[in-house]
Structure formats: structure tokens, C-alpha cells
């Protein structure tokens, strides 16, 4: 087990360019979901997969953001036209199926836009 | 839909003292899971104590306990014997097991706890 992995930790972009982050969930984990976590606050849900499916999104993912995990395997999430208010830390994290299963959480992506 | 509120935005405690942190929830279900995680800084976000609400009984993780309350709609997390390394901060999660459980978690707000040596 060797947890939840995001890449890059860090990204630092100009308002308008397009950015893309990276989730590995934990290998046999067939849910995956992703949070966005603004400073001073709790994270907020953004969208969930189970195995290649997206089977929700919150209606903070506007237009400009799209998920996708092909293969049910790892997880992108890209952001285009980046504006001030994208600047967050994005988390994801997975779990096994199961009511009771928790939910396990990666070191997350933080994102500053200049 | 469901909210978390988390009342205290800062607490501190003596090392080895015991400290409690206060939730509160807002639900019209009758089961649901309830979660307190712990985010230290610049680290990744852990599980500390989970609790069913269709049990009674409080849950228990070594030095941290719950109190739990449902009519009230009050999940409490006790730490006893506070250590440096629980300064971190703590957040309250709901879920609900609607739709199996298939579901993402909802957060409250969070409080930073400070421990002094």
C-alpha cells in the first residue's frame, strides 16, 4: 500500500493558461474522488468516479473543469482559462467500495495563480 | 442538504492535558457515518475516529474518543493525553449511506489545534 500520489505538489501558473493535476489512487481502490480546499476552509467535493464512471459532480465544477480516469486506473483533473478563484489545494482521495469504507487522502496539489 | 459546523476555528492545549473539540451536523437522515480527520500542516489528510450512528456506543482510537449525540446532532472528538505531534487541524466529516454509501464526504470548517510544551 502505498497510498494516494498527486502530482506535481505544487504549480504556479499565469491567469488563462490551462493546468492538469495527477491522482494514483491506492491500487485497489475503485472509488476516486476529488475536493478542493481554499484557505481556512473544509474540503469541498468537486466530482467522484467509480472505477471509469463518473457518476457525480458538484456544481462548483464549472465549464472549465473536466475529470476523467481512464481505465478506472489513475486520475486527471484539468482546469482551462485559469482564473484568481481557481487557487486552491486539490485533494483526492479513494476508497474501496462499502459503505464504511473511509476514504483515503493524498498530499494534494496546490495551485496559485498569478 | 447536509452541513457540518465546526464552532471553534482555534483551540490550545497543554501538553498531556485533554482537549475537546466541538461538531455539530444538520440532517434529516436517520443513519449516516460521521468522521473526524486530522490535517497537520503541509501533510496529507488522516483518519482519526469514525462513527456509525446507528450504534450507541461512543468510539474509541487509543487517546481519542467521541462523544456522540444524535438527537442533539453533536459529534464531539476528546484527545487525552495531548502530544506535540496532534497540533494539526481537525476536520468533521458527514456521510451519508444513502445510495449505498456512494457518496463524498462533507466537511465542516476545520479547528487548529495548538499544543504547548
Known amino acids: 500500500d502505498t497510498g494516494v500520489s498527486q502530482d506535481p505538489r505544487h504549480k504556479i501558473t499565469k491567469r488563462g493558461q490551462n493546468v492538469t493535476f495527477r491522482c494514483d489512487p491506492i491500487?485497489?481502490?475503485?472509488?476516486l474522488y476529488w475536493y478542493r480546499q481554499t484557505l481556512g476552509q473544509g474540503p469541498e467535493f468537486l466530482t467522484y468516479f467509480q472505477n471509469e464512471a463518473q457518476l457525480e459532480k458538484s456544481r462548483l465544477l464549472s465549464d472549465r473543469f473536466s475529470a476523467e480516469r481512464p481505465k478506472g486506473s489513475f486520475s486527471t483533473l484539468e482546469i482551462q482559462r485559469t482564473e484568481q478563484g481557481d487557487s486552491a489545494m486539490y485533494l483526492c482521495?479513494?476508497?474501496?467500495?462499502?459503505?464504511?469504507?473511509?476514504?483515503?487522502f493524498g498530499d494534494g496539489t496546490r495551485l496559485s495563480i498569478l | 442538504a447536509q452541513t457540518v459546523t465546526q464552532s471553534q476555528p482555534e483551540m490550545s492545549v497543554q501538553e498531556a492535558e485533554t482537549v475537546t473539540l466541538s461538531c455539530t451536523y444538520d440532517t434529516s437522515e436517520s443513519d449516516y457515518y460521521l468522521f473526524w480527520y486530522k490535517q497537520p500542516p503541509s501533510r496529507q489528510m488522516i483518519l482519526v475516529i469514525r462513527q456509525e450512528a446507528y450504534k450507541q456506543q461512543n468510539a474509541t482510537e487509543n487517546r481519542f474518543s467521541v462523544n456522540f449525540q444524535k438527537a442533539a446532532k453533536s459529534f464531539s472528538l476528546k484527545i487525552s493525553d495531548s502530544q506535540l505531534g496532534d497540533a494539526a487541524m481537525y476536520f468533521c466529516a458527514y456521510r451519508t449511506v444513502f445510495n449505498s454509501g456512494n457518496t463524498p464526504l462533507v466537511f465542516g470548517k476545520g479547528t487548529r489545534l495548538s499544543v504547548i510544551a
Open positions: 491500487s485497489e481502490h475503485n472509488r
Open positions: 482521495a479513494s476508497s474501496l467500495a462499502g459503505v464504511n469504507q473511509p476514504q483515503h
